[in-house]
T-cell receptor, first 116, second 116 residues
């Protein structure tokens, strides 16, 4: 069965400092992994995705994530936070379902606060 | 392309009323799904469809019905609304419904439902 755990419900950083949002997952097969961002009262936007190619994935707005199979982790990082990065971030695992097609499971989300 | 559209944007229901949330996509995507978003719980999968005529349950299907008569449309029906169904509902679509679970999902703007 799939599951996703985002280890921090909220993270607070100062502008210009690094961002680390942590995600662990479990999956029965070979999952695809995603990070989505949701700004207040907005829909969801894809930041990046891992699809069994390179383990270090680069996304939009300077974000990247590293897939570590041995640790079942897919942490999101950014070298330098910007005020506009303040939002909620979701780690997502997508995998084959028993009845065909695939199922997608979202983590509970991490709210990122950026201080001036 | 309009992408994924949802109507209505906001809705208030009384307990026991029924209604249908509409979702349509114009990208010829096979895979469509419905999620609900509640504070601190991320998005939870309600139902999904891997193609016209095929639907399956997600994590939280109770109290909701779906059907998929066309590729474009995937309505979500609440048969007898309850306060516990107060939430924000997102519809999503993806190009993939088979072995390759690597395709990202495109999300609609959401429907905010309040049940009193």
């Amino acid at each position: 069965a799939q599951s996703v755990t985002q280890l921090d419900s909220h993270v607070s950083v100062s502008e210009g400092t690094p961002v680390l949002l942590r995600c662990n997952y479990s999956s029965s097969y070979s999952p695809s992994l995603f990070w989505y961002v949701q700004h207040p009262n907005k829909g969801l936007q894809l930041l990046l995705k891992y699809t069994s190619a390179a383990t270090l994935v680069k996304g939009i707005n300077g974000f990247e994530a590293e897939f570590k199979k041995s640790e079942t982790s897919f942490h999101l990082t950014k070298p330098s936070a910007h005020m506009s990065d303040a939002a909620e971030y979701f780690c997502v695992v997508s995998d084959l379902s028993a009845t065909g097609g695939f199922k997608t499971i979202f983590g509970a989300g991490t709210r990122l606060f950026v201080k001036a | 392309n309009a992408g994924v559209t949802q109507t209505p944007k906001f809705q208030v229901l009384k307990t026991g009323q029924s209604m249908t949330l509409q979702c349509a996509q114009d990208m010829n995507h096979e895979y469509m799904s419905w999620y609900r978003q509640d504070p601190g719980m991320g998005l939870r999968l309600i139902h999904y469809s891997v193609g016209a005529g095929i639907t399956d349950q997600g994590e939280v299907p109770n109290g909701y019905n779906v059907s998929r008569s066309t590729t474009e449309d995937f309505p979500l029906r609440l048969l007898s609304a309850a306060p516990s169904q107060t939430s924000v509902y997102f519809c999503a679509s993806s190009a993939s419904s088979g072995q390759e679970s690597s395709y990202e999902q495109y999300f609609g703007p959401g429907t905010r439902l309040t049940v009193t």
